[in-house]
């Protein structure tokens, strides 16, 4: 109910305040009354409102506290692992190598990524036709990708792209390579190897600077040999350009001593 006192331009209007009628005496209550308790309702609220923002914030800072104490320690787990397993994994076992150029085409093409053995041949000797990873003997600073042919002791000849090698006991053999799709025709040489040396070639023939151009390889040079191709996917897997000489044809040849037994 609202009530305006006629003629009394300085009279208030006045109202039924339920809060208010029943603190004094059920009386009608004025307007500054009325806007006095309607301002103290809202400044109840705001206070209740930045007490609740308070406890928000607070609580949102101690999940955060949380999540950053937690990131901070998988940071710390990851970082361990790297040293302890990773960067000894990467400085003694296995090394990345990305191909640069055409030298070992068809087996491998330029920007193939390969992982490469590092401590297999600790316990192992380099094996005719495998693929290595080496420090050219003219400049340590690069590394060249080529395939074993020959092995120490051993007599590699050349003759107008067919490869046959003398092994020390006197066995002949014309090595089968059906990874070469590019014939050196223009090439004839000989190479006696000595213990520590190899002789390596690229599958790229007459694109290949190699064995027959800067002489053998000494071991010591060998970083590895490859064992798995990453990149591309579509060609990605273990061992890649393994070569396969069960079917090489052989010689054996009379040493000496054994033709003159063959004599008596």
Same mark, same amino acid.
């Given at each position: 109910? &609202? ?30 009354? %009325? ?5 103290? +309702? ?9 007490? @609740? ?24 787990? /990851?970082?361990?692992?790297? $040293?302890?397993? %990773? /960067?000894? /994994? ?7 190598? +990305? +191909? ?15 992982? +490469?053995?590092?401590?297999?041949? #600790?316990?192992? =000797?380099?094996? #005719? ?12 600073? %690069?590394?060249?990708?080529?395939? %074993? ?13 067919? &490869? ?8 002949? $053999? ?5 990874? $070469? =799709? ?17 002789? &390596?070639?690229?599958? *790229? ?11 053998? @390889?000494?071991? *010591? ?8 191709? /990453?990149?591309? $996917?579509?060609?990605?897997?273990? =061992? ?25």
């Amino acid at each position: 109910t &609202v009530r305006r006192a006629d003629g009394d331009r300085s009279a208030t209007t006045a109202i039924r305040h339920p809060y208010l009628a029943a603190s004094s005496g059920k009386r009608f209550a004025t307007a500054a009354e %009325v806007t006095a308790s309607a301002r103290r +309702v809202p400044a109840a609220g705001f206070h209740l409102h930045q007490k @609740l923002a308070r406890q928000t914030h607070k609580s949102t800072m101690r999940r955060m506290e949380q999540k950053s104490g937690g990131l901070l320690k998988d940071l710390f787990t /990851l970082t361990l692992l790297i $040293v302890i397993i %990773v /960067l000894p /994994l990467r400085a003694f076992i296995v090394s990345p190598f +990305v +191909v640069d150029g055409e030298s070992m085409h068809p087996t491998f093409e330029n920007l193939d990524y390969l992982i +490469v053995d590092e401590i297999s041949y #600790r316990f192992k =000797t380099p094996a #005719r036709g495998d693929v290595i990873v080496f420090r050219y003997p003219k400049n340590p600073s %690069v590394f060249y990708i080529k395939r %074993v042919i020959g092995l120490p002791g051993e007599k590699v000849s050349i003759r107008k792209g067919e &490869v046959t090698i003398t092994e020390p006991a006197g066995t002949t $053999v014309t090595l089968p390579e059906p990874y $070469v =799709t590019a014939e050196d025709a223009t090439y004839n040489g000989n190479s006696t190897l000595a213990d520590g040396e190899y002789f &390596v070639m690229g599958d *790229n023939r007459p694109n290949s600077s190699d064995s027959r151009v800067w002489g053998p @390889l000494p071991a *010591n040079d060998i970083i590895g040999h490859v064992f798995l191709r /990453l990149l591309p $996917v579509s060609r990605a897997g273990f =061992t890649p350009g393994g070569a396969d000489y069960s079917h090489a044809s052989t010689t054996t040849a009379l040493l000496p001593h054994a033709l003159s037994l063959a004599r008596n």
